[in-house]
């Protein structure tokens, strides 16, 4: 085999082996969890979702704020439920199928977020993340950190968890 021969076989392997930069050019990504709460459709980062579940056995506690729906018994530990709408200000509409729980934990609290239905698991570009809009309450708007694409509002999972709002006393 000669020069030009080598040289020819190694561009050959080169390009075999190489990877497009794609991924790299398009930025960070956001691996998260979308889901539908009707009429809303929401995001929230996977690294903040423990697990997702079917709600069932829901007991309502008196005199817990109204964002507080109630507890249930999941895998031998009482989870309380969370209605995401109650807490972020916005107005309920229409009929909702409310049987999703996601729920969020890290090491200092543990709670369910009430969905309608899990749509996808997938990607957000960290820098297409753009400001919430003006018509969100601001009651909730420490729970967003922005709007993924037009139509998907991007949940703050940190922030929830870390929030002494969501801390009940008794």
Same mark, same amino acid.
């Given at each position: 085999?000669?020069?030009?021969?080598?040289?020819?076989?190694?561009?050959?392997?080169?390009?075999?082996?190489?990877?497009?930069?794609?991924?790299?050019?398009?930025?960070?990504?956001?691996?998260?969890?979308?889901?539908?709460?009707?009429?809303?459709?929401?995001?929230?980062?996977?690294?903040?979702?423990?697990?997702? /579940?079917? =709600?069932? !056995?829901?007991?309502?506690? @008196?005199?817990?704020?109204?964002?507080? *729906? $109630?507890?249930?018994?999941?895998?031998?530990?009482?989870?309380?439920?969370?209605?995401?709408?109650?807490?972020?200000?916005?107005?309920?509409?229409?009929?909702?199928?409310?049987?999703?729980?996601?729920?969020?934990?890290?090491?200092?609290?543990?709670?369910?977020?009430?969905?309608?239905?899990?749509?996808?698991?997938? /990607?957000? =570009?960290? !820098?297409?993340?753009?400001? @919430?809009?003006?018509?969100?309450?601001? *009651? $909730?708007?420490?729970?967003?950190?922005?709007?993924?694409?037009?139509?998907?509002?991007?949940?703050?999972?940190?922030?929830?968890?870390?929030?002494?709002?969501?801390?009940?006393?008794?």
């Amino acid at each position: 085999m000669d020069v030009s021969q080598e040289l020819m076989l190694l561009k050959k392997r080169a390009k075999a082996f190489s990877v497009p930069l794609a991924q790299e050019e398009r930025g960070e990504q956001l691996a998260v969890i979308r889901f539908l709460l009707y009429p809303e459709t929401f995001a929230i980062p996977v690294a903040s979702v423990h697990e997702v /579940f079917s =709600l069932r !056995d829901l007991t309502v506690i @008196p005199g817990t704020p109204e964002f507080v *729906l $109630g507890v249930m018994n999941y895998r031998s530990t009482i989870v309380p439920v969370v209605n995401l709408k109650k807490l972020l200000g916005i107005r309920e509409a229409g009929l909702t199928e409310m049987n999703k729980v996601l729920l969020l934990r890290n090491d200092n609290m543990e709670f369910g977020l009430l969905c309608d239905r899990i749509l996808e698991s997938g /990607f957000i =570009l960290q !820098d297409e993340i753009q400001e @919430p809009p003006a018509s969100l309450s601001k *009651l $909730g708007l420490e729970f967003i950190k922005g709007m993924a694409g037009p139509q998907t509002i991007l949940l703050d999972g940190e922030a929830l968890l870390n929030s002494r709002r969501l801390i009940v006393d008794a």
